[in-house]
Nanobody, 124 residues
Framework: QVQLVESGGGVVGPGGSLRLSCVTS????????IGWFRQAPGKEREFVAA????????FYADSVKGRFTISRDNVKNMVFLQMKSLEAEDTAVYYC?????????????????WGQGTQITVSS
């Protein structure tokens, strides 16, 4: 059974930093591309970042480029999202998701498996 479990969310002040983790398990084939998405109250779920199966390629939404960094450790089956210079607009539930494609994609329907999400609140 495929599982993705996020952790690392919390409350942080504007300009602060957080690192999210996503632990993956149960995959029966080669590693998947992993994406991070977020959903703020009353808004659609939106793409944040994605990383290829072996970490050689990354892709970011314009809104987080230069502030967020996605990385992965396939030995530990973990994917990370390092976030800095956080803004109130980054407040959302953050989800990690897995995609079988070797092409990095940014649409929610491309991702087959999803975690339960972790809340990030940026507030003073």
């Amino acid at each position: 059974q495929v599982q993705l479990v996020e952790s690392g969310g919390g409350v942080v002040g504007p300009g602060g930093s957080l690192r999210l983790s996503c632990v993956t398990s149960g995959f029966t084939k080669d590693y998947y591309s992993i994406g991070w998405f977020r959903q703020a109250p009353g808004k659609e779920r939106e793409f944040v970042a994605a990383i290829s199966r072996f970490g050689g390629s990354t892709f970011y939404a314009d809104s987080v480029k230069g502030r967020f960094t996605i990385s992965r450790d396939n030995v530990k089956n973990m994917v990370f999202l390092q976030m800095k210079s956080l803004e109130a607009e980054d407040t959302a539930v953050y989800y990690c998701a897995a995609d079988q494609s070797t092409t990095l994609r940014s649409t929610t329907d491309a991702y087959e498996y999803w975690g339960q999400g972790t809340q990030i609140t940026v507030s003073s």
